[in-house]
């Protein structure tokens, strides 16, 4: 690995420079001719080399030294670029990582958030795509045909889910015809008319809210069916019906959001 070659490089420049600078410079033994100066005759070198010899010896020593130091320092420099280059990949990893425990904790909040609304109550969910409940409030269970089933999940995500309200419209038509006692009836009749009513289609959207109000009497959708019926004969120019249907809707459920959407449009009449 780089950091062990770098660690070598260090530990080998180190013991060179000690090595080297641990060489003593050759010594020239003058005594003598301090001594004996008035007397050249008596001069007598320290060693069997001459000064000039040992001058030369001195001075190849010093160049050998300082050709040394030169290699140490280059050495050094060459570690220090390669310790610069280790520490520029070292923050280069260090921000990637900081990037990915970032985008890891982004991931974890929204995973959390989706978790929170996942387990929200159930009276959160619309009503269209809960389960069917009695007047009396006892929930009826999910039809046990999973053809069925499927079908109306189809129908309702086409208009919960991709939005694609014209495409739900036959899937919705053709539930009603393949599975006409299913206990989402009242609730498909109803997105069919809501589904008609938005396309401007009253007449026929008044057909399936009608529906939903003379067969099916303990649906939860009854009192929402007879509330846009009187605006669909509304839409029609028909005030006298709808003042009748708003009517009936106070009357018959004067607690239920309906009856609240209900009075204020009866005294627009």
């Known amino acids: ?17 000690m090595v080297v600078a641990a060489e003593s410079a050759p010594v020239i033994d003058i005594s ?5 100066r008035s007397n050249p005759s008596q ?24 050709r040394a130091q030169v290699n140490v320092q280059r050495q ?8 610069n280059e280790l520490r520029g990949v070292t923050e280069l990893h260090t921000h990637q990582l900081s990037q990915v425990l970032n985008r890891q904790r982004e991931l974890y909040q929204e995973l959390d958030r989706r978790v929170s609304e996942a387990l929200k109550p159930v009276n959160n969910v619309p009503a269209a795509i809960s389960a069917p409940t009695s007047p ?11 053809t069925e089933n499927q079908t109306y999940d189809r129908a309702v995500n086409l208009v919960l889910k991709d939005k694609q309200y014209d495409k739900a419209i036959p899937e919705f038509r053709a539930f009603n015809q393949n599975f006409p ?11 069919l008319g809501l589904l008609l009513f938005n396309k401007s289609e009253y007449t026929q959207a008044k057909s399936e809210f009608t529906l939903v109000v003379e067969k099916y009497a303990d649906s939860n959708k009854r009192s929402d069916a007879m509330l846009k019926l009187a605006m669909a004969e509304q839409k029609l120019n028909n005030n006298a019906a709808a003042k009748n249907w708003y009517l009936k809707v106070l009357a018959q459920y004067p607690e239920s959001s309906a009856a609240q959407l209900a009075q204020p449009r009866l005294d627009n009449l």
Do not use: C
Request: charge should be negative; aromatic fraction near 10%; glycine fraction near 2%.
């Open 136 to 146: 009396t409030g006892v929930p009826v269970n999910y039809s046990t045909n999973l």
């Open 181 to 191: 006692n299913s206990i989402y009836a009242p609730n498909s009749h109803y997105w």
């Open 76 to 83: 050094l420099d060459e570690l220090q670029n390669e310790v």
């Open 32 to 36: 003598n001719v301090d001594s004996n």
């Open 43 to 66: 001069y007598v070198p320290a060693s069997s080399q001459t000064v000039s010899e040992q001058l030369a010896s001195l001075e190849r020593k010093l160049d050998a030294r300082n």
């Open 1 to 17: 690995m780089k950091l062990n070659k770098v660690l070598f490089g260090m530990s080998f420049v180190a013991t060179t420079y």
